[in-house]
C-alpha cells in the first residue's frame, strides 16, 4: 500500500431538493467552553466575512462534518424500540420519537448540507453486517447502493465489517459478484463510492494495513484528514473465520503513528473515525455531557482511548456502543477536544463545525461546535431511496414473506435469561439432537439475538406469524450450528467465564436449552457469581469427569466473546445455519391454531 493517501476530486456536486425539515426537530450543542478566536473569526455557520458561505477566501473557513455510526443495514425504518431515540424536554421529562429509515435520514443530510460549500460526510464504521433482511440476504449489497446515494464520502471499518471475511469486505470496497451467489441484478455490483479505512487491521503475511490507513478530503485549500480504526478487541466478538489471517493493533498508538504521517504530509486537521464508544450518563440523544450539573458525561474504552490520542487529532467521530452523545474529553495537553456518536441504526446524524484556519491548516478548536440531530420520519422520502428499497424488496419478498411459525405473544431478548434466548437455545438442541442423539444441551450468546419475535403483522401475514424475514432479523449471522464435546468440569468453566475474565465487568450471560439450570449469585464478585454445586442437567449434579455434547453457533465454538474453554470441544460436527435451526423449530412446534408461547425464562436463578 502507499504510503500516502490518493489525491482525493472534489466530489460531484450533491444532489438536493427543496424539502423542507421540521421545526420541531431539537438541536443541542455541546461547545467547547475556551477562549474565544480572533476578532475576525467566527465560528458560525453563515457568511461573517470568514469565508463560511460567501465566494471569498478569509483565514478562517467553517467545515460541516456530517457523521453517523452503525447503521447495520437499516435501510427501512426499524421497528419497536430500535426505531425511537429519547428526548429530554425543556422542563426535564422525556419524549420518544420514531426516527430512522434511509428515506428519511437522506431528506435531513441533504437539507443539512444546503448552503454548506464545506461540507464532509462521514461514518464511524458497522454501516453492514447484523443487518435485516433486506440487505443482509444480498450480503449488504442494498446498503452499499443506498450510502454511495447518500454521498457518504468515508467511513472507518467496524467489527461487522468482518462477519463475512476480509475477502468480503475487499468486494464491497471494490465490487463485483458474489463468489458464490453470483449477481443480484443485471447492473452488477459497483462497490463503495466511498473508501472504507482500516489502519489498525493488518494482514499477517505482510504486516500492511488491509484497506487504506486515512485519506484526505480537499476543497478550494482546505484541507481535512481521515484515520479510521475499529477496536482492538473485534477478534473477541467476530468468528475465528471472519479475521482469519488478520491482526488488530491498539487504537491509540495506530492513530497516533498516522497522524504524524498526516502532519509530514502538511494535513494538520484531522478527524479519527474510531469504532469504540462510551456509556453517556443520560440516555436521552440530546443530553449534554458538558453542561452544568450533567454528571459524569460519558465513560466506557472511548474515554481512555480519547485521553491517549495526540493533541494533533481535532476531533473523535465514534461508535459501537449503539449511544448517542456530544461530549468533549481532555486530550493529552489538558484542552478539550469533541468525542461524538450518533447511535445507531440511522436514527440520528450529528453536525460538527469544525473552523479551519487556513494560516496555519489546522482547526481552531476552541470554536468547534456540535449537536445530535434526530432522523425524523415527518419530511418527505427521498424518492431515489424509496426506488432502491421497493427494487431490493421486489427481490427479497418472495423469500422474505415465507411463513415459518406462529407466536402467541411478543417474544422478548431482554433480560439476564429472556424467553426468546430460551426459544433459540432450545431449537439449536432440537437440532443437535437431531444430528447427534447424543447432544444433551444448547448455549447461545446473547448479542447474536438481535431483535425480538413480535406478535403484531410487520405486513400482510397476519398477527401471530413469523415470516423468515423477521426470523433473519432476529439471527442474521448466518453462523452454523456446531456440536463438541466438553468436560464437566469445562461445562462449568463456561459457565464462570460468563462473569469472568473479560467478561466480568460487563457479563455475557448465555442463554440456556431446557434441562440446564443454575444459580447465579450476583452478590458476589468475578467467577464466583455462578455457584458451581448448583450446575444441574435434567435435575442432576454436572459430572466434572464426565462429557457432555453441546451444540453452539460457530461464533461460540470458536472460542468467541470470551469464551475460550467453548473453542476448546473435541469431536465437532458442524452444521446447517442456525436460522435454519431455528426456522425448522419454528416449524415443527407450533401452527395457527397452537402457536408456540414465550418461555418461562427460569433456567437460571438469579440472587441480587
Not at 224 to 241: H, M, N, Q, R, Y
Not at 329 to 340: E, K, Q, S
Not at 412 to 421: C, H, I, M, N, Y
Not at 579 to 591: R, V
Request: net charge negative; proline share 6%.
Amino acid at each position: 500500500m502507499p504510503a500516502t493517501a490518493q489525491p482525493h476530486q472534489p466530489r460531484r456536486r450533491r444532489r438536493t431538493s427543496r424539502l423542507l425539515v421540521a421545526a420541531a426537530t431539537v438541536v443541542t450543542a455541546g461547545a467547547l467552553a475556551a477562549a474565544a478566536l480572533p476578532a475576525s473569526a467566527s465560528a458560525g455557520g453563515n457568511d461573517r466575512g470568514h469565508g463560511g458561505h460567501g465566494h471569498g477566501q478569509g483565514r478562517y473557513q467553517d467545515v460541516q462534518l456530517l457523521s453517523f455510526n452503525d447503521l447495520h443495514g437499516n435501510l427501512e425504518p426499524p421497528t419497536g424500540s430500535s426505531g425511537r431515540v429519547t428526548e429530554v424536554q425543556p422542563d426535564g421529562t422525556t419524549k420518544t420519537i420514531d426516527a430512522g429509515g434511509v428515506e428519511y435520514l437522506a431528506t435531513h443530510l441533504r437539507e443539512a448540507r444546503k448552503g454548506n460549500r464545506y461540507s464532509i460526510t462521514a461514518a464511524g464504521g458497522d454501516m453492514v453486517g447484523a443487518s435485516p433482511l433486506l440487505s443482509g440476504l444480498f450480503h449488504d449489497e442494498p446498503t452499499i447502493e443506498a450510502l454511495n446515494k447518500l454521498d457518504l464520502d468515508v467511513t472507518s471499518v467496524g467489527n461487522h465489517e468482518f462477519d463475512e471475511g476480509a475477502g468480503e469486505l475487499a468486494r464491497l470496497q471494490n465490487g463485483g459478484c458474489h463468489p458464490t451467489e453470483g449477481c443480484y441484478t443485471d447492473k452488477g455490483f459497483k462497490g463503495a463510492d466511498f473508501p472504507y479505512l482500516a489502519a489498525n487491521v493488518l494482514a499477517e503475511k505482510t504486516g500492511k494495513p488491509l484497506l487504506k490507513p486515512y485519506w484526505v478530503w480537499k476543497q478550494r485549500g482546505v484541507k481535512v484528514g481521515f484515520i479510521g480504526v475499529t477496536l482492538e478487541g473485534t477478534p473477541d466478538i467476530v468468528s475465528a473465520e471472519g479475521v482469519k489471517g488478520l491482526k488488530f493493533k491498539d487504537e491509540v498508538e495506530t492513530i497516533n503513528k498516522y497522524a504524524k504521517e498526516l502532519q509530514r504530509q502538511g494535513v494538520k486537521s484531522i478527524v479519527a473515525l474510531i469504532h469504540e464508544g462510551g456509556f453517556p450518563a443520560s440516555s436521552s440523544y440530546n443530553y449534554d455531557c458538558d453542561s452544568p450539573g450533567a454528571g459524569d458525561g460519558i465513560s466506557g474504552p472511548i474515554v481512555d482511548i480519547a485521553k491517549n490520542i495526540t493533541p494533533q487529532v481535532d476531533a473523535l467521530v465514534t461508535g459501537h456502543t449503539h449511544n448517542a452523545y456530544v461530549c468533549t474529553v481532555p486530550d493529552p495537553a489538558g484542552n478539550p477536544r469533541m468525542v461524538t456518536s450518533a447511535s445507531s441504526f440511522g436514527r440520528l446524524y450529528t453536525d460538527t463545525t469544525l473552523t479551519y484556519d487556513r494560516r496555519t491548516g489546522d482547526i481552531a478548536r476552541t470554536s468547534v461546535k456540535s449537536a445530535n440531530h434526530v432522523v425524523t420520519r415527518d419530511v418527505p422520502k427521498a424518492p431515489d431511496m424509496t426506488r432502491l428499497i421497493g427494487d431490493w424488496n421486489t427481490l427479497a419478498a418472495p423469500i422474505g414473506n415465507r411463513p415459518i411459525g406462529y407466536v402467541s405473544a411478543d417474544i422478548d431478548r431482554v433480560g439476564t435469561e429472556s424467553p426468546l434466548g430460551d426459544l433459540i437455545a432450545d431449537a439449536q438442541f432440537a437440532y443437535g439432537k437431531a444430528q447427534d442423539p447424543e447432544t444433551d444441551l444448547a448455549l447461545m450468546n446473547p448479542g447474536g439475538i438481535r431483535a425480538p419475535l413480535t406478535y403484531a403483522a410487520s405486513g400482510a401475514e397476519g398477527d401471530g406469524v413469523v415470516t423468515y424475514a423477521e426470523g433473519f432479523t432476529v439471527q442474521p449471522f448466518a453462523n452454523t450450528v456446531n456440536l463438541k464435546d466438553y468436560t464437566g468440569a469445562q461445562l462449568i468453566q463456561v459457565l464462570k467465564e460468563q462473569v469472568s475474565g473479560p467478561n466480568e465487568a460487563a457479563p455475557k450471560i448465555l442463554q440456556v436449552s431446557s434441562g440446564l439450570t443454575y444459580t447465579l449469585d450476583l452478590t458476589k464478585s468475578g467467577a464466583d457469581r455462578v455457584v458451581a454445586d448448583s450446575v444441574r442437567l435434567d435435575g442432576a449434579p454436572v459430572d466434572p469427569s464426565a462429557t457432555y455434547r453441546v451444540a453452539s453457533n460457530s461464533f461460540l465454538a470458536g472460542g468467541g466473546d470470551g469464551f475460550t474453554t467453548l473453542g476448546q470441544g473435541t469431536n465437532e460436527l458442524v452444521g446447517a445455519d442456525d436460522l435454519t435451526a431455528f426456522e425448522q423449530y419454528l416449524t415443527a412446534n407450533s401452527s395457527a391454531t397452537d402457536p408456540i408461547a414465550p418461555p418461562a425464562a427460569d433456567r437460571i436463578t438469579v440472587v441480587q
